[in-house]
């Protein structure tokens, strides 16, 4: 059969993961019986939580004489490692703009990664059925995007499609779709634009891994592209990884070979150049690596990913409620934790540090990282992180950071608010434009350590109102020094657990991470004071017994809601001598240095 493979990339939440529900139900990829969730594809659990797409995946589906490979991509920019990813695999991208909210930045970077590519876009302006859509402005801001990305005159052409992918509708050109339009002009759109895969299936088989999962019976899953030649079950093959260039390319056998069927895999005893493969059989496999026939001489052009821009230590739990609530305690499961996340996962690294129980985990934000440390936990991990630093680099003889842009769509009244935190985090304004009624869309450029906890502030000045987006802008020359928190820690002095009578006289000094009742040790940060200097308090202390009875001495203490930290926050409050410990059952923040006299020398020797 003829075959095609797309990719969807598209900002956050501009409807990729719908609009790939919507196709495989158009193209009859469901039984009539089957029931099916909203958002089949996203199927990790923390992608259905957050309502964003983490991973790359892929399904197929079959339109006239067709099969199409659909890759979904995450839109989020911490996870640009997935897009780069998914790119390799396809020739040619569907790129999704809201017909309201328009190109946003990350929309500029999945294209600016499509077109470097030399792939064709089919534009794909959804969601014309809001109340503010404004689909001809959207157009003519996409064709100046193009204009400012494409390397070549044949990429400033491209079909546009008007959709509405919720209910399965689209039209050719900009309008409204009737309401019984279907999908059937995109699928269209598919078969003439993206073209077919250029291969020879004479030459010797070649095949790029881009992904890697797993199996409970055949271990090891490489996932990835055949490019030339045929991959057949059964068949010896040769590994090109990174670890072979000294000692040449490993011998394995292909032991089960499968290819995308709908939303599942289908085992198969092929699979034909220019298709999408999943096989087992090579323990050693890593994302990258070349899959060849015994008479491939050279490996095809490695998969290459953006370096990292932001690092954390991670390092085992030593706090001494250690070991009480997580299966995996010690620095062997840390060290092969993180090692396999690697093997699949492009855009980390991992490195050494000073000590063997610490290990230094660098990514492509801060998002990316949480969902690493939160998958962990569920998984039954014990782990302390430190806060969030970015990766330097010199250019031209000169200290540069990581720089940032972003749009921040919030109410008109929060405007001041957002530009006045910008300023003393280096920010910098470079568009004002209005969005949907009473709202506005700023957009802005500030170094990345700038934005540090920049968005927990946002959404605790708006309540919650604002949007925020990110994306990877290049590099700055270092900024400074740039402000943190304003308030100092609140920190436990003894084990115990905390009490209503201490917690009351507490409050008045500052705000409460903890509730009465709470487990507590000597380090442990319980709340934030109201002035910048830290405290060491006593969270434990009870009342003391009198015969004493008045109406004064007996009222029952009001105690105001604690901040309750998510790791997200902690990470981003956290100081330089602090750590989140992380458990599968508690988030805690602690000094680095437990002990009020192990702190003192510290400082002191700071100081020398």
């Given at each position: ?56 995946k ?48 990350q ?20 969601k ?37 992918a ?24 598919i ?126 739990n ?115 434009r209005?969005g ?29 109102t ?7 802008a ?43 009742g ?10 934030e ?5 830290e ?55 602690r ?18």
């Open positions: 059969m003829k075959l095609r493979n797309v990719a969807l990339v598209a900002h956050v939440d501009h409807g990729k993961t719908t609009l790939v529900d919507t196709l495989l139900r158009t193209t009859g990829a469901f039984a009539a019986h089957q029931q099916v969730v909203e958002r089949v594809m996203d199927s990790d659990a923390q992608e259905r939580e957050r309502g964003i797409t983490i991973l790359a892929a399904a197929r589906i079959r339109w006239r004489d067709t099969l199409i490979n659909l890759v979904d991509t995450p839109g989020h920019a911490d996870f640009g490692g997935e897009v780069e990813r998914a790119l390799a695999l396809v020739d040619g991208i569907i790129l999704l703009v809201d017909a309201a909210e328009g190109p946003l930045p929309t500029r970077y999945v294209l600016s990664k499509a077109l470097s590519r030399g792939l064709p876009a089919i534009l794909v302006i959804n014309v059925d809001r109340g503010d859509a404004r689909p001809d402005e959207v157009l003519r801001e996409v064709e100046q995007l193009f204009l400012d990305l494409a390397s070549s005159d044949d990429q400033l052409s491209f079909p546009v499609i008007s959709a509405v919720r209910e399965g509708r689209a039209i050719p050109g900009v309008g409204m779709p009737p309401a019984d339009a279907d999908l059937s002009c995109l699928l269209d759109a078969l003439s634009t993206v073209p077919p895969p250029v291969v020879d299936e004479e030459a010797p088989l070649a095949a790029l891994v881009t992904n890697l999962d797993a199996s409970d019976y055949v271990g090891r899953l490489a996932i990835g592209r055949v490019h030339a030649g045929v991959m057949r079950k059964g068949d010896g093959v040769v590994l090109f990884g990174r670890e072979s260039a000294g000692t040449g390319p490993l011998r394995r056998k292909i032991v089960q070979l499968s290819v995308f069927d709908g939303i599942g895999r289908t085992e198969v005893d092929e699979v034909r150049a220019g298709d999408l493969f999943v096989l087992a059989g090579i323990a050693e496999v890593e994302v990258g690596d070349t899959i060849g026939g015994t008479e491939l001489k050279r490996a095809l052009p490695r998969l290459e990913v953006d370096e990292p821009v932001i690092r954390m230590s991670f390092g085992v030593t706090s001494p409620y250690a070991g009480r609530e997580g299966r995996f305690v010690t620095s062997r499961h840390l060290r092969e934790r993180l090692e396999k996340e690697i093997l699949g996962n492009v855009s980390i690294r991992i490195g050494e540090t000073d000590s063997p129980d610490v290990m230094s985990v660098a990514g492509r934000g801060e998002l990316q990282l949480a969902v690493l440390i939160e998958n962990m936990r569920r998984e039954g991990f014990e782990v302390q992180v430190s806060r969030p630093e970015v990766v330097t680099r010199e250019i031209n003889g000169k200290r540069h950071e990581p720089l940032e842009s972003g749009s921040c769509d919030v109410p008109d009244e929060h405007v001041g608010t957002v530009t006045q935190a910008l300023a003393p985090r280096k920010g910098r304004v470079t568009d004002l209005p949907d009624p009473g709202r506005t869309i700023l957009s802005f450029e500030a170094p990345s350590r700038g934005l540090l906890g920049f968005r927990s502030m946002l959404m605790t000045a708006t309540r919650g604002a949007l925020l987006h990110q994306s990877h290049g590099w700055t020359p270092w900024a400074g020094e740039l402000p943190h928190r304003s308030g100092g820690s609140m920190i436990a002095d003894r084990v115990g657990s905390t009490t209503a009578y201490a917690l009351d006289n507490l409050q008045l000094r500052g705000t409460l991470f903890v509730s009465p709470e487990e507590v040790y000597e380090g442990m940060v319980v709340g004071s109201a002035r910048g200097e405290m060491v308090v006593n969270a434990v202390r009870p009342k003391e017994k009198t015969n004493i009875r008045t109406h004064s001495h007996d009222d029952g203490v009001k105690l105001a809601a604690p901040v309750v930290h998510t790791l997200e926050t902690a990470i981003e409050w956290i100081g330089d001598d602090e750590l989140v410990e992380v458990t599968p059952t508690k988030i805690r923040i000094k680095r240095l437990l002990n009020l006299e192990d702190r003192k020398r510290a400082f002191k020797r700071n100081l020398s």
